[in-house]
């Protein structure tokens, strides 16, 4: 864990710079901009690429020792001998970004031995700032954020693609399977105690849950695979198996519903 010094500097040029990558793609939405699909399917755009260009920019430059990993460069080898590395989605929630909807956001975290220890995740179109350092707490702006938490998943809300939610039928949660809100966005409305829980099955990308993963960490819930072991980041494989998030005592109620027969 860096000193609390390192940590609060590194704070500062993390958070200034999500800030400022967030508005201007907010001004990116009120443009024509190209966009077309990757060989995987999912869309990107101009934006995605000009806002992953800014941060790496910025913060790259601030901190060369570094090493990055990203949804909009392409990965390689060396950061896998950086201690610390930026972990970023310029935009996460695409599609939403393209509809002009307002559920998408700006994510980053920095991650220290494998774990997220600095966290910003916003979003412009409803001017939330959440952020979190370890040991600090989370905030969404200047008010502290803890997750209303319990034993019992009696119409708990859940919010899941339907393989993860299948595994919890029968266990009396409030399903969500809209798919709405993307990953970070999902982990962020769970650490202001808006969901009660996020559950997926399937690979899912260090970029969609790194930043995430430390808010719901500092508001006092757990973000797990779905085997429930904790995630280590920065491996040679970037991506993680599933996704299991809730308050500490809500979250072993679903590891429990998930595995019985």
Same mark, same amino acid.
């Given at each position: 864990?860096?000193?609390?010094?390192?940590?609060? %500097?590194?704070?500062?040029? *993390?958070?200034?710079?999500?800030? =400022?990558?967030?508005?201007?793609?907010?001004? @990116?939405?009120?443009?024509? /901009?190209?966009?077309?699909?990757?060989?995987?399917?999912?869309?990107?755009?101009?934006?995605?690429?000009?806002?992953?260009? *800014?941060? +790496? #920019?910025?913060?790259?430059?601030?901190?060369?020792?570094?090493?990055?990993?990203?949804?909009? #460069?392409?990965? #390689?080898?060396?950061? *896998?001998?950086?201690?610390?590395?930026? /972990?970023?989605?310029?935009?996460?929630?695409? =599609?939403?970004?393209?509809?002009?909807?307002?559920?998408? &956001?700006?994510? $980053?975290?920095?991650?220290?031995?494998?774990?997220?220890?600095?966290? $910003?995740?916003? &979003?412009?179109? %409803?001017?939330?700032?959440?952020?979190?350092?370890?040991?600090?707490?989370?905030?969404?702006?200047?008010?502290?954020?803890?997750?209303?938490?319990?034993?019992?998943?009696? %119409? !708990?809300?859940?919010?899941?693609?339907? +393989?993860? @939610?299948?595994?919890?039928?029968?266990?009396?949660?409030?399903?969500?399977?809209?798919?709405?809100?993307?990953?970070?966005?999902?982990?962020?409305?769970?650490?202001?105690?808006?969901?009660?829980?996020?559950?997926?099955?399937?690979?899912?990308?260090?970029?969609? *849950?790194?930043?995430?993963? @430390?808010?719901?960490?500092?508001?006092?819930?757990?973000?797990?695979?779905?085997?429930?072991?904790?995630? /280590?980041?920065?491996?040679?494989?970037?991506?993680?198996?599933? @996704? /299991?998030?809730?308050? !500490?005592?809500?979250? %072993? $109620?679903?590891? #429990? $519903?998930?595995?019985?027969?």
């Amino acid at each position: 864990m860096p000193d609390s010094e390192s940590l609060e %500097a590194d704070a500062r040029l *993390l958070f200034d710079a999500v800030r =400022r990558a967030g508005g201007r793609a907010k001004e @990116l939405t009120r443009q024509s /901009i190209k966009r077309w699909s990757k060989p995987d399917g999912s869309e990107v755009t101009e934006a995605d690429i000009e806002i992953d260009s *800014l941060l +790496k #920019t910025e913060l790259m430059a601030a901190r060369p020792s570094y090493g990055w990993l990203s949804e909009e #460069t392409p990965d #390689t080898e060396d950061r *896998l001998s950086r201690d610390r590395i930026w /972990i970023v989605d310029p935009i996460d929630g695409t =599609r939403a970004f393209i509809n002009g909807d307002s559920e998408w &956001c700006v994510a $980053a975290a920095l991650v220290c031995a494998g774990r997220p220890v600095i966290a $910003a995740v916003y &979003c412009p179109m %409803a001017e939330e700032f959440f952020s979190a350092i370890a040991g600090s707490g989370v905030w969404i702006g200047s008010l502290p954020m803890k997750i209303p938490d319990s034993h019992s998943l009696q %119409a !708990a809300h859940v919010v899941g693609n339907r +393989k993860g @939610l299948s595994g919890l039928a029968g266990s009396g949660i409030a399903a969500d399977h809209s798919g709405r809100l993307p990953l970070q966005l999902r982990l962020a409305h769970l650490a202001a105690g808006r969901i009660d829980g996020a559950v997926s099955v399937g690979k899912r990308h260090d970029w969609d *849950l790194a930043a995430g993963d @430390l808010l719901v960490h500092e508001a006092g819930g757990l973000v797990t695979d779905t085997s429930g072991g904790q995630y /280590i980041y920065n491996r040679p494989e970037p991506w993680q198996q599933g @996704l /299991i998030a809730a308050g !500490a005592k809500r979250h %072993a $109620a679903i590891i #429990t $519903a998930m595995r019985i027969p």
